[in-house]
């Protein structure tokens, strides 16, 4: 037993050393900086997460190194060039983006676009920098507009009397425009989390074995007990070993909403009034019998500038001033506390109701 746990541990110190070569190389290629320079960065911001006990956490190391390195937001639309080019399947489809406040959804249709994520707070459920999150499901779109899986209840109402929360926004984005994906990190631990219940299929048993030799033993134990936040924690962490076919398959068979490298232009903008939340079917099939067409009310961009001859978005990043409102990307969006009582057990996403 012994020589099994050397052999494995091993193993991990080589994949680890495998995958920092390869990211340090990106960088020095993205950055035109030495090599050797970025990985003697690299050693010490290890030996700062070695003393404060993080340093099987990748993502506490790459942020050290990327503060201590001086790299600036740039660097990150390099690092997007890993992400794997749709399939057709893929580009045919439609998609689907979801907002719950008044504030979010007139700041996409004043722009006439989804902003990529330019949160830098960490967190396990923080959106990923640089990315734009969309899904193929209407159902979690809706879910996302809403603020909740509440479709058929009614909501709090708190909801209704803030002029901010009263409406929901949902924004429906052609598949062709989609340039470099990946999938959303929240439904790579719900699948693995339905995996170590049900059984993994054939095809994402790579997925059972990358989980089980990167993600520490306490770590496991939280996603598999239904906790949310270790979902999005082990997504982050493993969609940064996956293979572009992985990454594919998982989109494409599994329908994981997709976390897009670039800013994504809407076809269509529908408002949805939450006091009809009580007259939406469970799946969410009839909601636009029910929300109101503002298509009109969206910005416009000519045909030109949206795509460019290599297919990516051409439009500036840099017209709106201030943060990006969180859930203008469409990530999840908790209740506030102060809800909780009115909500009557209506978590905004439940491990049941998030299952894709």
Avoid at 18 to 39: C, G, S, W
Avoid at 71 to 88: F, Q, W, Y
Avoid at 189 to 212: A, H, N, S
Avoid at 235 to 262: E, F, P, R, S
Wanted: with cysteine; glycine share 8%; aromatic share 8%.
């Amino acid at each position: 037993m012994k020589l099994k746990k050397v052999l494995h541990e091993t193993a991990h110190y080589i994949d680890r050393q495998e995958k920092t070569k390869k990211y340090l190389t990106k960088v020095a290629t993205a950055t035109e900086r030495p090599f050797r320079d970025l990985a003697n960065i690299w050693r010490d911001a290890c030996a700062v997460a070695r003393e404060e006990g993080k340093i099987e956490d990748w993502e506490f190391i790459q942020g050290l190194f990327k503060s201590m390195a001086g790299l600036n937001d740039s660097i990150s639309e390099e690092m997007m060039k890993e992400m794997a080019v749709p399939s057709p399947g893929i580009l045919l489809k439609k998609y689907y983006h979801g907002t719950n406040t008044v504030e979010a959804g007139k700041a996409i249709l004043q722009t006439g676009k989804i902003k990529i994520s330019q949160s830098t707070r960490k967190g396990y459920q923080t959106p990923v920098l640089g990315r734009a999150y969309i899904t193929p499901l209407l159902k979690s779109a809706v879910m996302y507009a809403l603020g909740g899986a509440i479709s058929g209840d009614n909501p709090p109402e708190s909801w209704i009397a803030d002029n901010n929360k009263r409406f929901g926004y949902l924004f429906i984005i052609d598949g062709s425009q989609l340039k470099e994906v990946q999938p959303d990190e929240d439904c790579i631990g719900e699948e693995i989390e339905k995996g170590m219940r049900e059984g993994f299929p054939q095809d994402l048993e790579w997925l059972k074995y990358m989980y089980m030799h990167n993600i520490s033993r306490y770590k496991r134990s939280k996603l598999e007990d239904g906790e949310y936040t270790y979902f999005a924690y082990v997504g982050k962490v493993l969609v940064n070993l996956m293979t572009d076919a992985q990454k594919l398959i998982l989109i494409t068979k599994y329908n994981a909403h997709i976390a897009h490298g670039g800013e994504l232009i809407p076809n269509e903008a529908w408002e949805f009034d939450k006091i009809n939340t009580i007259k939406l079917q469970k799946d969410s099939s009839n909601f636009f019998e029910l929300a109101k067409n503002i298509t009109n009310q969206l910005k416009r961009y000519p045909e030109k500038i949206i795509k460019e001859e290599d297919g990516g978005i051409g439009v500036s990043a840099g017209d709106v001033v201030g943060e990006t409102p969180e859930n203008m990307i469409g990530k999840p969006v908790q209740p506030n506390k102060k809800d909780d009582d009115e909500e009557q057990g209506l978590n905004a996403i439940s491990k049941k109701n998030k299952t894709t």
